[in-house]
């Protein structure tokens, strides 16, 4: 297994060559990958006049719908590694006169406590798992709250309640170039979270009380438009780069073999049905931490 340091300067590469996916089908996986945080935000129940932050907010689309929730005199932040993607959310969600959600671009595991702290709570889709040290991003995110907050985040299971994920990966890796190291054991990525009870240690570790850790059943309903489809999954996952820099023919192979490896989860003429399995994380910062309070917020 790789040492932190490399794997944080591995998870930038990737996010920086990701992005460009992420940004131009942000609207699609807005609307196809809500069920993936859902859970968690029927958990956290944002209130109007909060503080909530979002961690790994992507393009924005979480913490637009966050911002709503909390308005009119609520406080939504998005943060993220990829200053393409918090490029993206700006330009998407800032009202004029700079209202509206915000967005910072860091890295939650390098930063002290994330700026607009501290929060009443924080959520968090699909990217806890994907931290190069988990300890040290959690505990940022633990020092970003208030005494007593809550957090709800989500992230997969295992290969074999989400077995759409490899077939996207498998299925256009056969014809385009070189692509990113998979993780080996617990690196960053969507199975590093396997083991609730190693999620266990690692937020006691933080300083989070009151962990839950359960299991849910999703599915992403998608059309059935196997172009569109196989697109999205395949410029959202790791062959994404290698995919945008292959020629129109070589793209429609990768699409092609995406869809043959999909097809048991369409039915001609209604959809996609993937089947996901989740794991919903609860749990509340340690009453003794003390959150330093932050003010000055990214734009």
């Given amino acids: 297994m790789a040492d932190t340091v490399t794997l944080r300067a591995r998870n930038a590469d990737f996010w920086a060559r990701t992005a460009p996916g992420w940004v131009h089908l942000a609207d699609r996986h807005d609307q196809l990958g809500r069920p993936l945080g859902a859970v968690a935000l029927d958990w956290l129940r944002p209130q109007p006049g909060e503080r909530v932050l979002d961690v790994g907010c992507g393009c924005g689309g979480t913490t637009a719908e966050i911002a709503e929730a909390i308005a009119p005199l609520g406080t939504a932040v998005g943060l993220d590694l990829a200053e393409a993607m918090v490029t993206a959310a700006r330009d998407r969600f800032t009202a004029p006169g700079g209202a509206g959600p915000r967005f910072v671009a860091g890295d939650v595991e390098t930063l002290d406590a994330v700026p607009g702290a501290p929060f009443d709570a ?93 299991p849910y059943d999703v599915t992403l309903d998608a059309p059935d438009d196997p172009e569109s489809v196989t697109e999205w999954l395949i410029e959202i996952g790791p062959a994404g780069a290698a995919y945008r820099d292959a020629e129109p023919t070589t793209q429609g192979q990768a699409r092609a073999g995406v869809a043959h490896l999909l097809e048991r989860f369409r039915a001609p003429g209604i959809g996609y049905r993937l089947p996901t399995g989740l794991w919903l994380i609860t749990a509340r910062s340690d009453k003794t931490s003390t959150p330093r309070e932050t003010t000055s917020l990214a734009r």
Avoid: C, K, Q
Wanted: proline content about 11%; hydrophobic content about 50%; cysteine-free.
């Fill in 122 to 214: 924080v959520y968090s889709r699909m990217t806890l798992m994907l931290l190069a040290d988990p300890v040290a991003g959690l505990t940022t995110v633990r020092r970003s709250m208030r005494t007593g907050a809550r957090l709800a985040a989500t992230v997969f299971r295992d290969g074999r309640v989400n077995p759409w994920l490899p077939a996207a990966l498998l299925g256009a890796a056969a014809h385009l170039g070189p692509m990113p190291p998979l993780p080996v054991g617990d690196e960053p990525g969507p199975f590093a979270f396997t083991d609730p009870a190693r999620v266990t240690r690692l937020l006691t570790a933080a300083g989070f009380t009151d962990i839950d850790i359960l």
